[in-house]
Every structure is written in C-alpha cells, then in structure tokens.
C-alpha cells in the first residue's frame, strides 16, 4: 500500500528557480490538496483539487501553480522560487470531494530550501 | 469563518502520567473536528475525528477527545504517557474548509 507518495523528499533551490514537488496517490481519492508547514504556524492550504482537472486556491496560494489531468497526481509548480518559500511541503488526499468530512491521507512530506 | 488555538506550544510529562493537549476553536458552522499526530520526519495521521456524533471521541493509541460545545472546546486526552507518543498533534477545525492549529509538541521524559 503505497498510499501518498512525495518526490523529491529534500530540494535546494537558488532564488529564482522554477521547480515541480511530485504527488501521486494509488487509493482513488477525489480530494488532493497541497500544504506547507512552518514552524509555529501549523499547516497552511496552498492548493487543491476535488476531481481531475479542477483545481482552487487555498489560503496562501501565491508563488505556486497546480494542475489535476489525471486522478492520480497533483504536482506543485514554484515558478520562481524565493526564500520565503523554504518550508516543508506536505500532499493529502480524501475519498470524501470535500475535506471536512473525511479524513485527510498524507505524504512523508518535501523539505525545501531556498537560498 | 474558522480559526482553531492550541492553547500550549509544548507540554512534558512523564511516561505514566497523564497528557491533556488544549484546543479551542471558532467557527460560524457546526463544525468537525479532528486531531492529528506527527511523528519527526513524518507525514501526518489521524489520532480522530468528531463529526457531531458522540462528544466523547476515542482514537488510535489509547487518546480521546470531548467535544464541548458550550467551552467551544476540543481537548485530547489521554490516562497514561507512553515514550511513543512523543509528537507534534494538531488540532483541526472544518465546517467549509480545515483549518489547522499551530500545533504542540508532547515531550515525554522516562
């Protein structure tokens, strides 16, 4: 049972540099969702999606693009990356179509560094 | 809209004692609630989760929580500490989105 899985699991990046964090979950779930985690602040909604090809802002969405073509994955594109953005970043998904139902599967997480 | 406060960043107790983890939440909806544990270097994973049944919710690992309505409180309990439950929890509110606390951090001392 593969359930979330998150790749790269660390990353390094210059300011400036574009990159993609990798999400893909094996369980059929219509909700994914993108977090980040920073220290005193708890978890904080970038991105999600409730069905392929149908995705919504979060709570802190600027700086990242996502995209759902299939309902497998959800990748999360930094487009130009800023120190502001170093924080570990963690995918969920739910079978239920909204969150507050159901309970939210997550990844091991992607601890990003900007310099 | 929601908001939802851990009232203690840290707590420490000794492995067969007691552990209360504090949350206090706001919301305009009747709202779920949840509580997720964190192992270091780990994703998260659900300890429970109240969705206006019962008040008292038992978990994973011998923890529950009593949802109090009239406190707007969600506190997470547990009768005796064990060296493995040293973990960050996060208490969660969602009525039309989640929102989550900042988290406390469970330092349990042999």
């Known amino acids: 049972n593969a359930g979330v899985t998150q790749t790269p699991k660390f990353q390094v990046l210059k300011t400036g540099q574009s990159m993609t964090l990798q999400c893909a979950q094996d369980?059929?779930?219509?909700?994914m969702s993108w977090y980040r985690q920073d220290p005193g602040m708890g978890l904080r909604l970038i991105h999600y999606?409730?069905?392929?090809?149908?995705?919504d802002q979060g709570e802190v969405p600027n700086g990242y693009n996502v995209s759902r073509s299939t309902t497998e994955d959800f990748p999360l594109r930094l487009l130009s990356a800023a120190p502001s953005q170093t924080s570990v970043y963690f995918c969920?998904?739910?079978?239920?179509?909204?969150?507050?139902?159901?309970?939210?599967?997550f990844g091991e997480g992607s601890r990003l560094t900007v310099l | 809209a929601q908001s939802v406060t851990q009232l203690d960043s840290h707590v420490s107790v000794s492995e067969g004692t007691p552990v209360l983890l504090r949350c206090n939440y706001s919301?305009?909806?009747?709202?779920?609630l949840f509580w997720y544990v964190q192992h270091p270097n780990k994703g998260l994973q659900l300890l429970l989760k109240?969705?206006?049944?019962?008040?008292l919710v038992k978990g994973i690992n011998g923890f529950e929580a009593e949802f109090k309505k009239s406190e707007t409180s969600f506190h997470l309990t547990k009768p005796s500490a064990h060296m493995s439950d040293a973990a960050e929890y996060f208490c969660?509110?969602?009525?039309?989105?989640?929102?989550f606390g900042a988290g406390t951090r469970l330092t349990v001392k042999p």
């Open positions: 109240y969705t206006s049944a019962a008040t």
């Open positions: 919301s305009s909806y009747s709202p779920s």
């Open positions: 969660v509110v969602s009525a039309n989105d989640m929102r």
């Open positions: 969920a998904s739910s079978y239920s179509r909204t969150s507050n139902t159901g309970e939210l599967f």
């Open positions: 999606s409730v069905g392929a090809g149908i995705t």
């Open positions: 369980m059929n779930h219509e909700y």
